[in-house]
């Protein structure tokens, strides 16, 4: 800051204007330069001070514009209310309110008597409503006063949060109860052949025993299915990068499942060799668990198809037909969710755990893929996953096994034997 | 709409629009809390409905008194008097909403054997119908917006449904579970009032419509 901004020129003059006026008032000259020495040195003194900041000038600059422009683009909905009206909403608000909020009473926003609760004159700070804009939703509402007129309300959508939450508490409760099962019997043979103290005939403690083994694998397939879950879920986010010649995988995944008791039934369809990112692991359970849902589903001795084709130029297509009840449709959407069954008692008797598709889902989610589940009542059902297939390696892209160029390989039909 | 000369009178208008809203939410509250106590024989909260149904009244009184003060004061022309009229006509419909909640609360004591009543399954659905459109209403009234208010109207078909299914099925039950009709008969007029409370929603639309159009909605809509 410069000197010459801070000296008060007109004081001073005023100063030397009074000087010279005593001076031709004939008072004497010291006095008068007394006081005029007085005069400028106080001036001088209170100029020295730094102004105090222009408090009421920064409160006007915080107009309705301004905060507009600092808000607009906040991905958390704003909204600016003036006393009782709404003077600003930013974009997301607009979205979540609809844009014929602004200028209108606050009310015709909020309405919901929580969130009314918010405004007037004794107004708390914070509210939780439900259903504000849709069924159901959960949102935390917060308000700020700016002055005295002007408060900001902030929203914050809770539902998400509540939904996670609920999803996991059941999941848990799930868990738990699928895990209990399989354990109280064999708790309960256990404690019978103990018991027993040798009275029990051989024929009956080996049936007991029989139990407990298949309660146990039960148990074993059900924390493995658990496990792979979890681990799936975790890596839900990380593309998977090994190139994978999916024919070959398809074939031995499926020969796998079918194992060597129900070979017979299998089927296998391989039109095309395509390749696709993936983890060789995560694929080939998807094609286990689809083989072994088909056999294990499907009538006793009808045959399960097994398709691998290419679908609409750059989708990989597995496909699993069985030929059995089917499905009914309205049980189709659920079938994906962890611990579903369309039919408890067989699926259990079986040694389902009820996680196979939510794994499958979780695995083609993972590798950008789709599952698709079509079912004739009666009939059978189809289960379809669509993979994308890799980039063409740069180096060897003229070979690329599945473009166009390349002559298929026959489509064949093997029966296996 | 257009701004006013009198600033005051626009400060009049958003001020009703304002006490419109909240009778609105009060009553969207309303319902789903009153078949929440119904449902879970919670008899606080329907305490609590019916406390807060003197809040509706008390607003009620306030949109009519600010209504008529409008008129006199402004007289109001055109799309602003439709505004005032519709508004003082609205208030009265959702302050109706709101006794029928109240009523449907009330009833929370007098249901019998709650956990295993089946018929009482049937009724959270429709009420949630119900408020939905009471829901839309409110909105279709802030934006002024003609097309929702017509969309409310056609659901009103569903609670209509919804009523005729429930009533046949509540009368199927107490033929066969004689020992249960009086708790079958106050769902009877539980039902009764969710449909009614669909129906007031329905005159709201139309009053919306006619706030924003100047005219009612074509009969086919209704």
Redesign the interface.
Known sequence: MGSSQTIPIAGISLAAVTFAALLLLGIDVVIALAVLTVWVGSLLVAAGRPPDPPKAKTRQRLTIESISDLIENSSIPLVITDRNTIALANNAARRMLGPHVIGQDTRVALRNPEAISLLGDNAQNEAIVRGLVRRGDIWQINRQTIDDRLAMLEFINQTAEADISRAHTDFVANASHELRTPLAAILGYVETLQEGDGSLDAPTARKFLGIIEREAQRLHALVSDLMSLSRVEAEKHDLPTTRIDLAALVERAARDAAGSNRIERLVLDIAAEPVVLGDVQQLEQVVRNLVDNALKYGAADAPVTVELNLAQGDLARIAVQDQGEGIAPEQIPHLTRRFYRTDPGRSRASGGTGLGLAIVKHIVERHRGRLDITSTLGKGTRVVVRLPLAEPEPEAAGSAPDTDQETPREPETEQLS | MAEHTVKAFDEDI??L???I??M???A??AI?ESLDALLRGDEVLAEQVVL?DK?MDALEMEVDKLAVRIIALRAPMADDLREVIAALKIAGVLERIGDYSKNIAKRTGMIEGRARFEPLTLLPTMG?VA??MV?DV??AY????PDLAREVIATDAKVDGFYNSIFRNLVSYMVENPSTISSAAQLLFVARNIERIGDHATNVAEMVHFAATGVYPPEGDR
């Not at chain 2, 802030?142 to 917006?145: E, K, Y």
Request: proline residues 0%; charged residues 40%.
């Open positions: 958003t001020r629009r304002g006490l809203a909240e609105g939410g009060l969207e509250v789903a807060r809040r949630e408020s939905e829901h409110l909105t802030a934006a002024r917006d």
